[in-house]
């Protein structure tokens, strides 16, 4: 079963908007990964946050957590064209199992 | 630095062939996972091997098999494929399971059963 779930399931923006995403899960957590996954091709790591950290920045990335809430957001400043993937978000937690959610689909539009 | 190697890319099977999938990772980790992605569904585990020598069922591991050859290879295999068992199947390795580590993908194996 999935533990993350993003928020929306489809993203469409111009390119220089920012993008959000969000992601909720439901226990407790070590940490919190997202990824990017261009078309035809792996996932690839984004950020981590740690469950004691509330936000962590990685050039034009954001990543905020409230862990109270079971709740991250993923931020994208200034998105390009080369933006446009699936983002997911993967739950590290005592049982040692990560886990992701079903994936957010952004289109940043040149 | 190839990172990730999996092969095939691309197979269709029939129903009840089999086959086997394969994976190799050159960044000496330890650790290694097999998923599969379906529409909507995100990854799910299906094995992962935490060391060289072991081996252990994820969350949907019925109808694969797995072996972890040498500390590279990590291998995938189908007995009697079903059409359920179409998907995208990914490899990943990290340093080390349950530490955060994060994980490094391959590029995929796209399976089709008939």
């Known amino acids: 079963s999935q533990q993350g779930e993003e928020d929306p399931q489809a993203l469409s923006i111009q390119e220089g908007e920012n993008a959000t995403m969000n992601c909720s899960y439901k226990t407790s957590i070590n940490n919190l990964q997202w990824y990017r996954q261009n078309s035809g091709r792996g996932l690839v790591h984004l950020i981590l946050i740690r469950s004691n950290e509330r936000e962590k920045h990685s050039g034009r990335l954001r990543v905020t957590l409230d862990t109270s809430k079971k709740s991250s957001s993923l931020l994208i400043t200034a998105s390009r064209a080369a933006d446009t993937a699936s983002y997911f978000c993967a739950t590290d937690s005592n049982n040692n199992d990560m886990r992701f959610g079903a994936g957010t689909r952004l289109t940043v539009k040149p | ?114």
Request: with cysteine.
């Open chain 2, 1 to 114: 630095n190839a990172g990730v190697t999996q092969t095939p890319k691309f197979q269709v099977l029939k129903t009840g062939q089999s086959m086997t999938l394969q994976c190799a990772q050159d960044m000496n980790h330890n650790s290694m996972y097999w998923y599969r992605q379906d529409p909507g569904m995100g990854l799910r585990l299906i094995y992962y091997s935490a060391s060289e020598g072991t081996t252990d069922k994820g969350e949907v591991p019925n109808g694969y098999n797995v072996s972890r050859l040498n500390k590279r290879e990590f291998s995938l295999r189908l007995e009697s494929a079903a059409p359920s068992q179409t998907s995208v199947y990914f490899c990943a390795s990290n340093l080390y399971r349950g530490t955060g580590q994060p994980q490094h993908f391959g590029d995929g194996t796209r399976l089709s059963i008939l």
